[in-house]
């Protein structure tokens, strides 16, 4: 009998939970950009220079690179509650585009996981 990587079974099942008609709405990715860019206008030249690099990541899908970013971005004291929800939402875009990509058996989306499930 085949037996299903655990890491495939929880994509596929954000991909199926992301069409519900009870789940939030969708946020492109073309909008979380926009919503960091806004967000962090005002921060100063270290943490626009992190988010300049996650939006990039993000517009280019190097899933690992915006996920570190991110996750650096967070970590910082000083964010405003836009600034996290800005945060939040990319990270759940990010999340969203990584069970897509690895249910079309993307690679790059499958090692970015491992990557990430190993460092937790």
Do not use: H, W
């Amino acid at each position: 009998m085949f037996k299903f990587p655990p890491l495939f079974l929880t994509a596929l099942l954000l991909a199926a939970c992301s069409g519900r008609e009870d789940a939030p709405p969708t946020v492109t990715r073309q909008k979380a950009v926009n919503q960091l860019e806004t967000a962090f206008s005002a921060a100063d030249k270290g943490i626009k220079r992190q988010i300049n690099a996650t939006t990039a990541a993000l517009k280019e899908k190097k899933y690992d690179a915006a996920f570190f970013a991110l996750e650096s971005v967070k970590s910082d004291r000083r964010l405003t509650a836009d600034q996290l929800e800005a945060v939040r939402v990319s990270m759940q875009v990010l999340q969203q585009a990584l069970a897509e990509a690895i249910v079309r058996g993307d690679s790059n989306a499958i090692r970015t996981v491992q990557m990430i499930r190993g460092i937790q």
